[in-house]
């Protein structure tokens, strides 16, 4: 059993049909060092992405070329989605699986609703963006009649506190930023929800 | 030749407590052989496969502590199945069966049960000490009988553990008339904790010196605890994030102020950074600073929190403190000795990182660094050589580039200069971990100037065969060598046979050795045994020697192959 590489940063688009070959070897865009080319067959030069998979049964020996430039192609085609295209490869970096799954649990988050009687949680590393967050704090409170009721009508302002203890306004900052920092969520409503101008918060990233 | 009656060497060798200094004591004579495998105390086996149980004990019948080791080092990034071994029970059974008075047991990276857990709790009478680290397999219910049965517990230390939590009553489980706890660490468990079992648990352990708490302690248990327990010497915070106006809070800084031997402080799991000002106080006197675990506070808040740790010898960060705040770590810590500083995001780029400056600076603050584990975003090579000259005093450098082969980010060249510089100016490195784009001659270097490594761990470097080969011949002192794709095939694993009977272990995954290459080293080397991981049950593959090896793992063995293997395990 071995983990399965995940794409980076949740990107899924042109990502998925490259992940499908075993081995794909992204050549250097701007012809790099030639050591490094010589060298190590599964080595790669310079940033470009590479999808590597410790695969089950195939030879890792047998790189195909071809899908390799058309991979390394729609990866820099796809670079907007993936920041820096960084490879994803099976134990790298070499962190333990413990400590990689503690830092994960962090991103559960309280979320208030005014007027609701209970709290929720969310894990904000389930999300890539605000539009899915918001999405799904709609989906989860939408079920609850109770909620809907006293919320008729009225809109609600997410906002959430942040490491230092402020309260923010949701949708400032890139979406990265903001599930690192983001410690409670508050979905505000009435007067104090007046302070932060109603507006649809910006979808980043 | 013995011109002193036994009783009197035994009493001189209890002086020497080095395991090596006692395997060279038991080579002088038959006499002091037998002498000194009855009073050996303390035994430590790095490879649980290397020896059986019941030859252990058969030399060494008075054994009171003993260390295991199960899975290679590369299990820890899931290049190893969970159930490829490493299990314990068959050692307790065997010592149990055999009555050894066992009092301490130390493991790592081992298949641990319930079971095991209870067999050891029942079995030995003076049981006073169980260490566990990345280990797996067992659940609350075992903690739980070791709890109860274990009369004089002094420690029981849980590190980086996969428990299974039951969400049972362990910790009620002391019994009342436990008051012999020294050592409590079950910060990896992630199941909710009778507060008030743990405090009274703590109030009856005048001896606690070292408590490291969950994440399900809240902090006003907490602070219950360090009324109790001012005594502490190291500590580790659970939930640290409270309503900072509260009562409680309030109550939590004059606690801590009492806390007078606080030296260590780790954990914090959940915090929030305006309660970090709690911890002020003690800052001062602490040698011990782990905050590895807590993402999310600014750098500015921890900033403010190392400025006062002016005593620090170990500090376990993460790379948002960036640069800047290793900077501020340079010129505050002057005695630091190990630091790790670790990815707090490894996947993304990263605005969180640290480079090769953040490295530089620590070097010229920190002249006593001798231990390092440093994850960033890119290094150079005129980095590496200044931090080579101002830290000669490395045992353990391990630099890791979250690309796995990237260049020298200023002028784009191997870094084989930097790591040159490391290994020739650290005479006295032992462990070296490399990454980053490196070449065959990064090992040249390593193999003419690394002369007391013992543990070396490369991933995507090197050109040929030629860079394997001077590590193997070069360093005399090399016990245990892994390597991951990397273009190293048969000619460089065949070369020197004898060689890994001089060391524990190797691992080679994604190279380029074949199948026949293994059965060839197998074949002439009977007393390793050669491992292949082949996780899809491919018979025809058995046959084509040709095929490229994906994972291989080698050890010398004085018990031949072992009959616990998973059937993807092939023992050539």
């Not at chain 2, 820890?76 to 050692?91: C, I, Q, T």
Request: proline fraction near 5%; aromatic fraction near 8%.
């Amino acid at each position: 059993m071995l983990s399965s590489t995940e794409a980076a940063d949740g990107s899924s688009g042109s990502d998925v049909t490259c992940m499908d070959t075993e081995l794909t070897l992204g050549l250097p865009r701007d012809g790099g060092s030639k050591v490094a080319i010589a060298g190590a067959k599964r080595a790669y030069a310079g940033t470009v992405g590479l999808g590597l998979r410790s695969s089950i049964g195939k030879r890792s020996g047998d790189i195909e070329v071809d899908a390799a430039e058309s991979c390394a192609a729609s990866q820099v085609s796809g670079a907007g989605k993936v920041p820096g295209s960084k490879a994803q490869v099976v134990g790298w970096p070499p962190v333990r699986s413990f400590r990689k799954k503690t830092l994960e649990i962090c991103k559960y988050v309280k979320v208030a609703v005014d007027g609701a009687p209970y709290l929720r949680k969310v894990d904000l590393q389930t999300y890539n963006s605000y539009d899915e967050l918001l999405r799904a704090l709609e989906g989860n409170y939408l079920e609850d009649s109770k909620v809907m009721d006293s919320a008729k009508g009225m809109e609600y302002v997410p906002t959430y506190e942040d490491n230092d203890g402020d309260w923010m306004l949701v949708g400032d900052v890139p979406w990265k930023m903001f599930a690192e920092s983001c410690k409670r969520i508050r979905l505000m409503k009435g007067s104090d929800a007046a302070w932060f101008a109603p507006r649809t918060p910006k979808c980043r990233g | 030749m013995n011109y002193f009656p036994d009783e009197v060497m035994e009493h001189v060798f209890d002086f020497v407590t080095s395991n090596l200094d006692r395997n060279a004591i038991s080579l002088v004579c038959k006499s002091w052989y037998r002498i000194e495998r009855f009073s050996r105390r303390r035994v430590f086996i790095g490879n649980c496969y290397a020896i059986s149980p019941e030859r252990l004990i058969a030399r060494f019948p008075g054994v009171k502590s003993l260390t295991l080791k199960g899975k290679p080092h590369f299990a820890d990034f899931n290049l190893v199945p969970h159930d490829w071994g490493g299990f314990v029970y068959p050692w307790i059974e065997a010592l149990a069966r055999s009555r050894v008075n066992l009092e301490e047991l130390r493991l790592k990276r081992m298949l641990v049960t319930d079971d095991g857990l209870e067999l050891i709790s029942r079995s030995f009478v003076n049981f006073k000490s169980l260490v566990l680290v990345s280990c797996e397999g067992f659940t609350t219910d075992g903690l739980a009988a070791i709890a109860a049965n274990c009369r004089f517990l002094r420690e029981l230390d849980l590190q980086e553990n996969e428990v299974d939590d039951h969400r049972g009553q362990w910790l009620n489980c002391f019994p009342e008339s436990c008051t012999s706890l020294v050592s409590l660490n079950f910060a990896c468990l992630k199941g909710d904790i009778n507060s008030a079992a743990l405090e009274r648990l703590v109030a009856r352990s005048p001896n606690l010196k070292s408590l490291r708490l969950s994440r399900a302690v809240p902090l006003d248990t907490l602070q219950k605890i360090l009324v109790r327990a001012p005594q502490l010497v190291d500590l580790g915070v659970g939930s640290f994030s409270h309503d900072p106006d509260s009562e409680t809070y309030n109550k939590l800084l004059t606690t801590i102020e009492k806390c007078k031997s606080m030296r260590s402080l780790s954990g914090f799991l959940e915090v929030a950074a305006y309660c970090l000002p709690a911890i002020h106080p003690i800052c001062s006197s602490l040698t011990s600073l782990n905050l590895s675990y807590a993402p999310g506070i600014p750098g500015s808040e921890l900033t403010k929190l190392i400025r006062r740790c002016r005593k620090l010898q170990r500090l376990w960060i993460l790379d948002c403190i960036g640069d800047k705040g290793l900077g501020v770590v340079a010129s505050s810590c002057r005695e630091l000795q190990e630091l790790r500083v670790f990815p707090s995001d490894p996947y993304g780029v990263g605005n969180a990182a640290v480079t090769e400056e953040g490295l530089v600076a620590i070097s010229r603050g920190c002249p006593k660094l001798n231990s390092l584990l440093y994850f960033c975003q890119q290094m150079t090579n005129a980095a590496l050589k200044i931090v080579a000259q101002n830290c000669p005093n490395f045992i353990r450098f391990r630099l890791c580039t979250l690309d796995p082969v990237k260049p020298d980010s200023s002028t784009n060249q191997p870094l084989d200069e930097g790591f040159g510089a490391i290994v020739q100016s650290c005479k006295g490195l032992r462990r070296l971990s490399l990454s980053g784009l490196l070449t065959d001659q990064v090992f040249n270097y390593i193999g003419m100037f690394a002369e007391q490594l013992e543990m070396l761990s490369i991933a995507f470097a090197g050109n040929s065969d030629k860079g394997m080969l001077y590590v193997l011949n070069g360093c005399k002192k090399i016990r245990k060598l892994e390597i991951r794709d990397s273009p190293f095939g048969n000619i460089a694993l065949l070369r020197d046979v004898g060689k890994y009977e001089t060391m524990r272990s190797l691992w080679m995954s994604s190279c380029d050795v074949t199948l026949g290459g293994c059965k060839t080293l197998a074949k002439k080397m009977p007393r390793l045994n050669v491992e292949i991981i082949n996780e899809i049950d491919e018979m025809e593959a058995c046959n084509d020697d040709g095929q490229k090896v994906e994972k291989m793992y080698l050890y010398r063995t004085l018990v031949g192959p072992r009959k616990d293997a998973p059937n993807y395990v092939w023992t050539l």
